[in-house]
């Protein structure tokens, strides 16, 4: 293998402009001052002196840190050394590798580098090792070099499932159930039952789909990888611009407006002169009074939140394509901060379509995978931002065809209605209670906001389902947005049936199952099952085949 290797010498340059980047509240303060004809306050000189010497300093400290920042690829291991004053020294070994990405944020794209991020299942969020100035060409080298080496030495082993256990009433752990246990609960006064299957299962099920038990797989992944080194990518599908911005129109997100707005405010607050911000606040007295005030703020909200949902989707998104790379599928999108994500189909832990109101009744949604992976947000790539709905199974057989997508096949039943309504009819009748103490006449409108939550929930509560296929498990859920989910049942690491006091007296459940992916794993859940609708789950999960 190659001896140690640095980082582009533009190493330096990223570490002066990140802490320039700390600089840029102080610079926002001092414009203001500028522009409100004050002086600029003495502190805010001396801290301006005190970011410039910390610069230059850290100038010189990192072409000392670029020198020491190496990487090294030996025969079975990357190792990574750092440090000036305190050293450090990370070994992975190519079996522990999960996936290699890369990601270009604002800096390194001015710059024209690439960050490399190498991670491990349950790895730290940042990633367990992140080479963040590497020059294009060497990125792309080291992250295939990585990923061959990765399967030739059976990184692609599934993590062993984890051992059977219950519930707090249904045994201690690791128990078996009980002589005659027949599904999630023993009658309507049971309590919740979890179980994992044994690593037999997982074997067996990996041979009935012509797969290889892990011990075998290294061999096979081997074998695959020899035979495709550095492929030629494939384009399968690029998101063009008009695409794109129909895409971006369709998007909304409401709680981002709010919290944006909220930020903004909170910032001007703490930089505008307090004169300019008593007069925008009399001013927005004047003339926003009553129940008026309040349908025009959430009329601007609503506006702020598509607005800033386009942009923002358009910022993520651009530029979207899709490419196979031998046996392994690469997802590229990002304007600012370019984003590239490199995997096996194999590794795929559940598939999920969105559909927002808009997009379904356009007949549209969103793809998106849940991979393994130790990224601390919890990013799920997307496998399509934008697709007709009846060509997502044609997508879905050309790159990853072990998921397949049906109907729902169990449904909660009448009974259950009132169990989806009554919590958010609660809330709309506390809400317009306040609204017409404080606004008599105008506040009555807001009893409209009664029917509306009804409308949504029960419609929540008419798409609610699940579907048991073959080893496919498919779970339909809805807030706003109609969810579809549809994972293996080697996958699934837990899967929890159980309900409250009330549920259980109506012979429905709910169903839980938990996967791995990002830090800390996912889930997918539906409420409110029929009792044996659940107990049929339950027994397919724990039946070995």
Not at 156 to 180: D, I, K, L, V
Request: charge should be positive; proline fraction near 5%; charged fraction near 20%.
């Amino acid at each position: 293998m190659s001896g140690p290797k640095r980082m582009s010498p533009l190493y330096i340059v990223f570490a002066m402009l990140r802490m320039l980047r700390t600089l840029v509240p102080v610079a926002v303060l001092f414009a203001v001052q500028f522009i409100a004809g004050n002086r600029a306050p003495g502190f805010a000189l001396w801290i301006l002196g005190v970011g410039v010497l910390l610069v230059v300093l850290t100038g010189l400290v990192e072409i000392l840190g670029w020198k020491k920042f190496t990487y090294e690829e030996e025969g079975d291991r990357i190792t990574i050394r750092k440090g000036l004053i305190q050293r450090s020294e990370k070994i992975i070994y190519y079996s522990r590798i999960h996936s290699v990405s890369q990601e270009q944020p604002l800096i390194q794209r001015i710059l024209g580098v690439v960050q490399l991020k190498i991670e491990t299942p349950g790895g730290s969020g940042d990633g367990d090792a992140v080479l963040p100035v590497l020059p294009r060409r060497e990125a792309e080298r080291l992250q295939r070099a990585l990923n061959e080496r990765a399967a030739d030495h059976g990184a692609a082993a599934e993590p062993a499932a984890a051992e059977p256990f219950f519930g707090p009433a249904g045994g201690a752990e690791g128990q078996e159930p009980p002589a005659g246990f027949a599904g999630p609960e023993q009658g309507a006064s049971g309590a919740a039952g979890s179980f994992a299957p044994p690593d037999a299962q997982a074997g067996e099920s990996r041979r009935a789909e012509g797969g290889a038990l892990p011990q075998e797989a290294g061999t096979a992944a081997a074998g695959r990888s020899r035979a495709a080194r550095a492929p030629e990518p494939e384009l399968l599908y690029r998101l063009g611009p008009g695409r794109l911005f129909l895409a971006a129109l369709t998007e909304m997100n409401l709680g981002l407006a709010v919290a944006f707005v909220a930020g903004i405010f909170s910032f001007a607050d703490d930089l505008l002169p307090d004169e300019w911000m008593n007069r925008l606040v009399t001013n927005a007295q004047a003339y926003l009074t009553g129940f008026r005030a309040i349908l025009i703020i959430a009329a601007v909200a609503l506006i702020a939140a598509w607005l800033l949902s386009l942009v923002l989707f358009i910022v993520k998104y651009a530029g979207f394509s899709l490419y196979r790379e031998g046996e392994r599928l690469s997802i590229r999108y990002g304007l600012l901060e370019r984003k590239q994500f490199l995997f096996h189909p194999g590794r795929v832990q559940a598939v999920t379509i969105r559909e927002g109101w808009l997009r379904q009744a356009l007949g549209y949604a969103h793809v998106e995978l849940n991979v393994v992976s130790s990224a601390e947000e919890k990013e799920t790539p997307a496998l399509h931002p934008f697709i007709a709905r009846a060509k997502i199974e044609e997508l879905l057989s050309g790159t990853i065809p072990q998921f397949r997508f049906a109907g729902a096949e169990f449904r909660p039943p009448k009974r259950a209605w009132w169990g989806y309504t009554w919590i958010g009819l609660v809330v709309t009748v506390v809400i317009a209670a306040v609204l017409i103490y404080f606004f008599p006449y105008m506040g009555r409108w807001a009893l409209l906001l009664i029917p509306a939550s009804l409308g949504i929930d029960y419609w929540s509560y008419r798409t609610s389902g699940a579907t048991l296929e073959d080893d496919r498990l498919m779970i339909v859920n809805r807030t706003f947005a109609k969810q579809t989910h549809c994972t293996l049942k080697r996958h699934i690491v837990a899967l929890h049936v159980g309900g409250s006091r009330w549920q259980r007296k109506g012979e429905m459940l709910n169903v839980k199952a938990h996967l791995l992916g990002g830090s800390g794993g996912s889930s997918i859940s539906v409420a409110r099952l029929k009792h044996s609708d659940a107990g049929q789950i339950y027994e397919w999960y724990r039946r070995k085949k």
